[in-house]
């Protein structure tokens, strides 16, 4: 099981980036995939959720509106797609495997996640 983050880098308030998380090992069929961030000196925070099926997905209030997630079964990749960035914003992100029964709730907590990538920075700043 490999989860690959790649995309981030520096970016100007108001802009857009998008990460992909390309995953290896197992299919993005039968699998949940969170987004998670943290930034210097603080929690890692869940932003975002998509489910194996239908797919449902999951935003933090921090993110809603701004960040859409998605997938790609044939790449077996997930995306997020974010506009509107904000100084706030800069942090590294995570992406993570969660249990196939998984669905998203009120937040995401990283005890749900069994596999995690390495991270990939995003920083917005002028």
């Known amino acids: 099981v490999q989860l690959v983050e790649s995309g981030g880098g520096l970016v100007q308030p108001g802009g857009s980036l998008r990460l992909s998380c390309a995953a290896s090992g197992f299919s993005l069929d039968y699998y949940p995939i969170g987004w998670f961030r943290q ?70 907590f990283d005890r749900d996640f069994d596999s995690w990538g390495l991270g990939t920075q995003v920083t917005v700043s002028s």
Request: net charge negative; glycine share 4%; with cysteine.
């Open 39 to 108: 930034a210097p000196g603080k929690e890692r925070e869940g932003i975002s959720c998509i489910t194996r099926s239908d797919p449902y997905t999951w935003y933090a209030d921090s993110v809603k509106g701004r960040f859409t997630i998605s997938r790609d079964v044939a790449k077996n990749t997930v995306y997020l797609q974010m506009n509107s960035l904000k100084p706030e914003d800069t942090a590294v992100y995570y992406c993570a495997r969660a249990d196939p029964m998984f669905v998203p709730d009120e937040d995401l």
